[in-house]
């Protein structure tokens, strides 16, 4: 399959860790803060081939995985209202809350549904006139266009039972965030190349020159992610920082300009609570107030905030890059995010299950 198949070939990857080994001369900590690389990056074992002096630090990249207990136990209340209808996509389903996940919620009588797009959703909305139908979306720039064209279009149809319950996030705060904390370790990133094709590239050259610390926009496959580590090692070694797109095929430098617009048109920043990290100030996306009447927050009451995850786990300090998941005092133990023996396992992913094991 083309721009995929080249992407993946054998030779490509031999001849870019090659090229890394000769290029190296210290230690560096690369950061990648896409859930989708960290997901490539174990699928094809690459941190395996880089020197030891390579050191991969696995950022907080996956919206699901970082939005907040408190947010899933909003949609699991919504779930058990029996005029609601609560749908999104299938890798939030057995994400837990404080009690329990949308799959179980279903399981006891919740009508749960789960969809391919939020275009569908709307189309139950305009097939239950007596449903309150709440679509879950959860994204970083990349999807939230694709929520918002649901908006639209439900505006157009005039369908007044159809809302969004938004957890939205933007990248570049976060990463502002983790190389402002005394504790970053971060030497260079390489930037989510799927969000980078919506925003464009504008907010990291701040970045990078406020930190001084190279920014590489990389794809997903393995010549894709090696090529990026080997561009911002090249940075590294000679002391430049700049960002540099090593992912042409898909980000231009402007981002898209229709889907640029039609955020600005809906939506605007907000504080956010990162799952395991925090609060960070800017970094979500939240409805204007024009469109409160497709707002889940405008429709239904708040609930009582969960408890959360223990306070003896440490996937926040993994994600902003201060410790490794052999840190973790549980690392290898048999525990869930259901069942934390202190704090939630570590998967295969490299970063703590309460994350990435329901992706």
């Not at 030891?52 to 970082?66: K, M, N, S």
């Not at 469109?291 to 009451?301: C, D, H, L, M, V």
Request: charged fraction near 25%; charge should be negative.
């Amino acid at each position: 399959m083309k721009y995929v198949d080249e992407y993946r070939d054998n030779e490509q990857v031999q001849a870019l860790v090659r090229a890394i080994r000769r290029a190296t001369t210290r230690q560096w900590h690369i950061m990648e803060i896409c859930g989708g690389q960290t997901h490539a990056i174990a699928r094809y074992r690459l941190e395996e081939m880089l020197p030891e002096e390579i050191r991969l630090l696995h950022g907080p990249g996956c919206p699901v995985c970082v939005t907040p207990v408190e947010l899933i136990d909003q949609a699991l209340w919504l779930a058990r209202q029996s005029h609601v209808i609560l749908a999104s996509f299938g890798d939030m389903m057995r994400v837990p809350g404080t009690k329990e996940d949308l799959l179980q919620a279903k399981a006891h009588g919740a009508d749960v549904r789960m969809l391919y797009s939020p275009l569908d959703a709307v189309e139950l909305a305009a097939s239950h006139p007596d449903k309150e139908v709440v679509f879950f979306a959860i994204g970083f720039e990349t999807t939230a266009p694709v929520h918002l064209m649901a908006l639209k279009e439900a505006q157009r149809r005039k369908l007044t039972n159809f809302s969004l319950l938004t957890s939205l996030f933007t990248v570049p705060p976060a990463i502002d965030a983790i190389l402002s904390d005394p504790e970053s370790k971060v030497d260079g990133f390489l930037t989510a190349g799927h969000v980078c094709a919506i925003t464009g590239n504008a907010d990291y050259h701040k970045l990078a020159e406020k930190y001084k610390t190279p920014m590489v926009v990389t794809g997903f496959e393995p010549v894709d992610l090696l090529y990026g580590i080997y561009r911002c090692l090249l940075q590294l070694e000679s002391g430049s920082y700049q960002v540099e797109n090593a992912y042409r095929r898909a980000v231009p430098e402007e981002g898209n300009l229709a889907a640029r617009a039609l955020m600005e048109e809906t939506l605007e920043p907000c504080d956010q609570e990162w799952r395991g990290i925090g609060i960070i100030p800017g970094s979500g996306l939240q409805l204007r107030k024009a469109f409160a009447a497709y707002s889940s927050r405008e429709k239904f009451p708040f609930l009582p905030k969960g408890t959360g995850i223990t306070s003896e786990c440490i996937a926040g300090d993994i994600m902003r890059g201060v410790k490794q998941p052999a840190d973790c005092p549980f690392f290898g133990k048999a525990c869930s995010p259901e069942h934390p023996v202190g704090a939630p396992m570590v998967s295969a992913e490299g970063v703590c299950a309460a994350y990435y094991k329901y992706r």
